[in-house]
């Protein structure tokens, strides 16, 4: 296992660095226009412990200021391809009102949302697309502290949405319509 400040490391020189990869460790923007930052896929337990520690000293914080110059809220939403949050997970911190369109490897395998607690998304089942949000169906909306993924949107959840606090015209929901 990768020791706390070894990650850092890693983190800091993985972003400095412009390294082409299939699937990075962790990025900022320069790849994945979706994600302020991203971590993983790795292990569930060890993808929520080094969260955990990141968060813990500040890293994050740093790491996902640097990522996002608008400054704009960041949503951390972390994504599991088992349900009840286990298996391998991948972890992206999201800027709030902005369409994100979820990576194809991901849509497929997602089983289970872990939302931190300022978090809130909207997921639209829908393939390739978020140019017409208001027609997307079927939906669900993931608060914290997350949930396993409805079987109609399983395999299918490539759009999503996650209002700042100030958006107060998004009518939460738990299932799908």
Request: some cysteine; glycine content about 6%.
């Amino acid at each position: 296992m990768i020791s706390h400040s070894q990650l850092v490391l890693l983190l800091i020189t993985t972003l400095s660095i412009s390294v082409s990869t299939s699937t990075p460790i962790a990025s900022s923007n320069s790849n994945d226009t979706a994600a302020v930052f991203t971590l993983g896929p790795l292990p569930a337990d060890e993808l929520d412990a080094q969260v955990a520690a990141l968060e813990a000293d500040g890293t994050l914080a740093r790491l996902t200021r640097r990522g996002n110059p608008d400054n704009k809220d960041c949503h951390s939403v972390t994504l599991y391809d088992k349900p009840d949050f286990r298996g391998m997970a991948f972890y992206g911190c999201y800027a709030a009102d902005e369409w994100h369109l979820l990576d194809s490897r991901w849509n497929k395998a997602m089983k289970s949302v872990r939302m931190r607690q300022t978090a809130s998304c909207w997921w639209f089942g829908v393939l390739g697309s978020c140019k017409t949000p208001m027609n997307m169906v079927p939906r669900q909306y993931f608060t914290w502290p997350g949930s396993d993924v409805h079987p109609m949107i399983a395999g299918s959840s490539g759009c999503f949405f996650c209002p700042s606090a100030e958006a107060d015209w998004w009518e939460p929901v738990t299932t799908p319509p």
